[in-house]
């Protein structure tokens, strides 16, 4: 098949959903599928990807999005553009300005029709967010009957809490509205990475509920180091983003640290992020904080770790990323303080540790201190959230579907 891959973020950005998509179109094709992607150019040469990702073929568009209208302004002349565009700019549109983009529509189509011409695509995937390009990847659809369109949700569009969408206005929201509708009404398959957001939407567009697929979020086996039975795991650790929300969690957990002097309790964080909670005092606490470090080292020191400590904001109690099947990959427990939600759910699914209510802090917390959360090993299989084995089971499902069309 001739799939091509429409992808915003792709290496060498960091982000998130790029990686996730630059992972997949290896693994199709390893599995002889001809892949094009078309992603944001990085401003790096096109044969960086010869390295990597030699056998795919890369279409590289201008950004055009600013960084800027993300908020992260650098210079007085960046922050007067932010202020004029969301104050006047943004009621000249219906668009969301806070879409990267909404700039992409024809350039997205231009291009998919040139490599249409050259060679017939057979399946056509884009993923969002950015999410209109979802809505771009509908109007190809209308235009080529013959094309199997996949729509992959990384996030929630329009009963999401980012990008901008709680905000928007009664006619900006409707907007947004018909665009994720056009989306669904003309996909042949919806893919999201949850069961959870797999029901929001059949519950949302039950007309389309045959239509949904959990393509699950996938690891790479390959990057981890050996688990090593010689060496003696100790303390707990934490890799990533400390997010917004967490500071009462927080609170009360240093509250019972403090409490608790004797417990042996050692928590590492590598992060880039700076909370005021860990930026005094902390070494009385046995907590040290340490700036990021290459994903390999992160690992080696997960697998040398007695738990992985993760506490989570009430906005992110339902996402169950592809971090968790790495850490169980590596055998180590985890412990996780957050509100009831899908991440819960799955650490007791999947007996790979604790999971703590934020109320009950103070109460449960104390006795795993000392970094002994149970764990059963083995009950869980974690290989079948490799990336080899999620990509054969997602190419085995458009094939079935595409007889059946």
């Known amino acids: 098949m001739h799939i091509t891959i429409v992808s915003y973020t792709f290496p060498p950005s960091n982000g998130i959903g790029g990686r996730r998509w630059a992972k997949f179109s290896q693994e199709l094709s390893k599995l002889g599928h001809e892949v094009t992607v078309v992603c944001a150019n990085k401003s790096v040469p096109k044969n960086w990807y010869e390295k990597d990702y030699g056998g795919i073929d890369f279409k590289l568009l201008p950004k055009f999005y600013p960084g800027w209208l993300r908020g992260y302004t650098k210079s007085i002349l960046e922050k007067i553009c932010y202020l004029v565009t969301i104050k006047v700019i943004s ?38 967010a950015p999410f209109s390009l979802l809505y771009y990847g509908a109007e190809f659809k209308r235009r080529h009957k013959e094309v199997f369109y996949v729509t992959d949700f990384r996030d929630p569009w329009t009963w999401g809490s980012y990008y901008g969408i709680p905000a928007l206005s009664n006619c900006k929201r409707k907007h947004q509205e018909t665009s994720e509708n056009e989306a669904m009404l003309f996909s042949n398959l919806v893919c999201v990475p949850t069961d959870h957001m797999g029901d929001f939407l059949k519950g949302k567009y039950p007309d389309c509920k045959s239509k949904l697929y959990v393509l699950s979020h996938a690891y790479n086996p390959e990057k981890f180091p050996p688990v090593s039975t010689e060496v003696k795991r100790e303390g707990f650790i934490y890799g990533g983003t400390l997010y917004a929300g967490i500071e009462e969690y927080m609170e009360k957990l240093l509250k019972v640290v403090r409490l608790n002097p004797k417990s042996g309790f050692k928590w590492d964080i590598y992060t880039g992020a700076n909370s005021p909670l860990l930026e005094s005092d902390i070494e009385q606490t046995g907590i040290k904080k340490h700036t990021f470090i290459p994903e390999e080292q992160l690992f080696q020191k997960i697998g040398n770790s007695a738990a992985y400590l993760a506490i989570y904001p009430p906005a992110d109690k339902d996402l169950v990323s592809t971090k968790f099947f790495e850490i169980i990959h590596s055998k180590t427990p985890i412990l996780y303080i957050g509100e009831e939600g899908e991440v819960g759910k799955f650490i007791r699914k999947s007996r790979a540790g604790i999971h703590i209510l934020p109320e009950n802090i103070e109460r449960d917390l104390p006795q795993y201190l000392n970094g002994k959360v149970p764990f059963e090993e083995g009950f869980f299989d974690v290989s079948q959230y490799t990336f080899s084995s999620v990509t054969e089971k997602f190419v085995s499902e458009i094939n079935r579907r595409r007889r059946n069309n």
């Open 91 to 128: 009621h000249l549109t219906k668009e969301n300005i806070f879409d990267g983009g909404i700039g992409w529509r024809k350039p997205m189509l231009n291009v998919l029709e040139g490599i249409h011409k050259q060679k017939m695509i057979d399946v056509l995937i884009v993923t969002g």
